[in-house]
């Protein structure tokens, strides 16, 4: 499965944003730059987190440069909370 999120154009630039993947394997979110630049990176098996990302990646304007920072950051604080929740 491949589904369009949605795009965002800059003068110059066009990003497209899209889910990919499928229940067994789990799901990934892939930036596609109009200069021919792209990144996939695996997500979560949570379909609908990975579309709520998505999507909020789209309104921040995310460049495939920076997917994977992000998705870094993202997962650090999610562990953080977790160890939070547990003192």
């Known amino acids: 499965m491949v589904k369009f999120i949605g795009s965002v154009d800059f003068p110059g630039i066009c990003l497209k944003y899209y ?3 499928n229940y067994r ?3 990934g979110i892939r930036i596609w730059k109009e ?3 792209c990144t996939n990176q ?3 098996r949570n379909l609908l987190q ?4 998505a999507c909020q990646l789209q309104r921040c304007s995310v460049f495939p440069a920076n997917l994977c920072e992000i998705l870094d ?3 650090c604080s999610c562990l953080m909370n977790s160890v939070d929740k547990t003192d």
Do not use: A, C, P
């Open 35 to 37: 200069s021919g630049e």
């Open 19 to 21: 889910v990919f993947g």
């Open 73 to 75: 950051d993202l997962r």
């Open 50 to 53: 990975v579309l709520n990302l």
């Open 42 to 44: 695996y997500v979560s």
């Open 25 to 27: 394997d789990g799901y």
